[in-house]
């Protein structure tokens, strides 16, 4: 990078600046960060990204019932999106931290957006093949993107709001989650391929917005400590930073058990409120757009709550509230408390993964920032694809309502455990924002 834009940057320190942030008020702060222009098109980029994405996965689900009848169908895209991250997922992390993360999220973009256009050729069913291969290249292609993204933010926002940046951008797909299907749908009644076409345009249009936003290089120290290394001993180095970190090793396991817990009730929420309370796809449409109330709403909150609460009790306190939440969803007597609870875990997933993200983030020395959130990630991953799993078995021989209660009490668990097991993780965490973490610690 020759030069910044004429935007004003962030400081990086405690007291630089005009005013303090810790003196704003909630809605204050919101805008602050939203009035970094850097951070603001990169939210703006993502969340149009994930809207696509969610338009086309109804497209493809769509187009695989009308080819096939057969069940395979079905699995084998989730099989060929889940199986590139899981195999190749440290990997991108890796990269992240050996590659420029601008031109790596650049290229990225543009790569996916030339795949996308590749499922406008499946006309029959013996297509099909070509629909499989573009999932698994979007896939592939994505355990690059992710990590570099994420490594990126805390260079381009202010400590005082890195967990509020990451909460919106947490936030940003379960907003798209609502957004994505209702757009789709009226497109996909209109002229199915362009949904296609619109997701393919979505990430030409990230790509152009990353272009156009400041992301600061790694420190040129950084890029010549690893010049000589070949990717495995970087995937190594990677694995040995977090398997010598008991904090880190903690926000894994942490992450692990609450997505186990939040994970298994993705697929069991249209079946339940159907059996319990007979409610249409109107009303499952209502609830849905109620969990995107509630992230916005932990997207607001949560920098308040950052300057009262240590990021420990913001983690616990967040997913002890969201068991309880999973809990009245189970055995909610009527429609109100179904709205309340979902908006409620919302919230608390939002903020909870947001506040996970900026602890990584933190302890993460930058040249190795990308393999440690490429960690985080794959367990997620792999997480939500054991929980997805299991509680659909389970929900078939022990009941979805069982299942439900027994996710809730897992995400208290891992509340109460993450509020004593990441208050040492919270200190050097409140310590390195204090200083800035732009640069390795």
């Known amino acids: ?66 080819l096939s009848s057969s069940p395979i169908a079905m699995l084998i895209p989730a099989i060929s999106i889940a199986l590139p991250q899981i195999a190749f997922g440290l990997v991108g992390g890796v990269m992240a931290d050996r590659w420029n993360r601008k031109r790596t999220m650049i290229c990225s973009d543009l790569l996916r957006g030339g795949i996308v256009l590749a499922i406008l050729l499946v006309r029959r069913s013996s297509d099909l093949w070509i629909l499989y291969l573009a999932a698994a290249g979007l896939a592939l292609v994505g355990v690059f993107f992710y990590p570099a993204r994420n490594a990126a933010i805390p260079t381009i ?102 997505t186990l817990g939040i994970g298994a009730i993705v697929l069991l929420a249209i079946p ?37 609460l240590s990021t420990n009790t913001i983690v616990g306190g967040m997913l002890a509230l969201a068991g309880v939440a999973i809990i009245a969803f189970a055995f909610a007597p009527n429609y109100i408390v179904v709205l309340v609870s979902i908006t409620i875990t919302g919230m608390c997933v939002v903020i909870a993964r947001g506040a996970l993200d900026t602890i990584a ?10 393999r440690v959130l490429a960690a985080v990630n794959l367990i997620v991953v792999t997480a939500t694809a054991l929980a997805e799993s299991f509680s659909a078995l389970l929900g078939h021989f022990i009941g979805v309502q069982v299942v439900f209660a027994g996710a809730g009490i897992v995400t208290v668990l891992a509340g109460l455990a993450a509020a004593v097991a990441l208050r040492g993780a919270a200190r050097l965490v409140s310590a390195r924002l204090a200083v800035g973490i732009t640069h390795n610690m």
């Not at 010049?227 to 930073?241: I, M, P, Q, T, Y």
């Not at 983030?361 to 990308?370: F, I, K, N």
């Open 1 to 66: 990078m020759s030069g910044r834009p004429s935007e004003t940057r962030p400081s990086y320190k405690h007291g630089e600046g005009s005013s303090s942030l810790s003196a704003l008020r909630q809605r204050e702060a919101t805008r602050e960060l939203f009035r970094n222009r850097s951070f603001s098109l990169l939210w703006a980029g993502q969340l149009l990204s994930q809207i696509g994405d969610q338009c086309l996965l109804v497209a493809v689900i769509t187009l695989l019932s009308r």
């Open 157 to 258: 926002v202010a400590p005082e709001l890195l967990i509020s940046a990451n909460s919106f951008i947490q936030g940003s797909y379960i907003i798209a989650m609502i957004l994505g299907p209702a757009v789709a749908g009226v497109m996909v009644e209109l002229w199915a391929p362009g949904v296609i076409i619109f997701d393919s345009l979505t990430f030409f249009i990230s790509a152009l917005v990353i272009a156009i936003i400041y992301i600061p290089s790694p420190p040129a120290g950084a890029v010549t400590a690893t010049a000589g290394h070949s990717v495995w001993e970087d995937l190594k180095a990677g694995l040995r930073f977090i398997l010598q970190s008991r904090a880190m090793r903690r926000v894994l396991l942490i992450a692990a058990i609450a």
């Open 361 to 370: 983030q933190a302890l993460s020395p930058d040249e190795m920032r990308g």
């Open 272 to 308: 339940h409120l159907k059996e319990q309370l007979e409610a249409s796809g109107l009303e499952y449409g209502i609830a849905m757009s109620m969990l995107g109330v509630g992230s916005v709403w932990g997207g607001l909150m949560v920098n308040r709550l950052s300057r009262r």
